[in-house]
């Protein structure tokens, strides 16, 4: 998701499951970070999540989280999408595998990185000080 001007666009992806299977071609989107853009990247196993009655967490409960708290840092906001989850999986077992990333430009140069944080439930984030550089 990409949150811009206070508009919240989506960014589909392309293709297969990253890690699925070897020599897989991918296709790719490009957008135009600007200041003040917040980008939340997430994997399925966040979106379909299920709480004890089966129902799935969805995109609408990240675009919650997102909206609520879109003009706090990215660090807030993936607090925001965490505790969100959490709540909604209270109870469920659940043994997907979880990804997200939030960043926050702040500048044409600089950008703000959510980082990783402890969960009860399984979450796997690679926020690594290259992530930061490659948003540069």
């Known amino acids: 998701l990409l949150l811009h001007e206070g508009q919240l666009q989506p960014i ?20 135009q970070l600007s200041e003040g853009d917040l980008l939340v990247l997430y994997s399925d196993g966040i979106s379909e999540a299920r ?6 967490f969805r995109t609408d409960g990240i675009i919650d989280a997102v909206r609520t708290h879109q003009d706090n840092s990215a660090r ?17 077992d659940s043994a ?4 997200v990333l939030v960043v926050r430009v702040q500048s044409s140069d600089r950008a703000s990185l959510a980082p990783a944080g402890n969960l009860s439930s399984p ?12 948003v540069h």
């Open 76 to 92: 807030e906001v993936l607090a925001a999408v965490v505790d969100g989850l959490e709540t909604h999986i209270r109870g469920a």
């Open 51 to 56: 709480n004890a009655t089966r129902r799935m």
């Open 12 to 31: 589909h992806s392309h293709g297969m499951l990253l890690g699925v299977a070897d020599g897989v071609e991918y296709g790719s989107s490009r957008v």
């Open 123 to 134: 979450l796997e984030r690679s926020v690594a000080d290259d992530a930061l550089q490659a």
């Open 96 to 99: 997907d595998d979880r990804s």
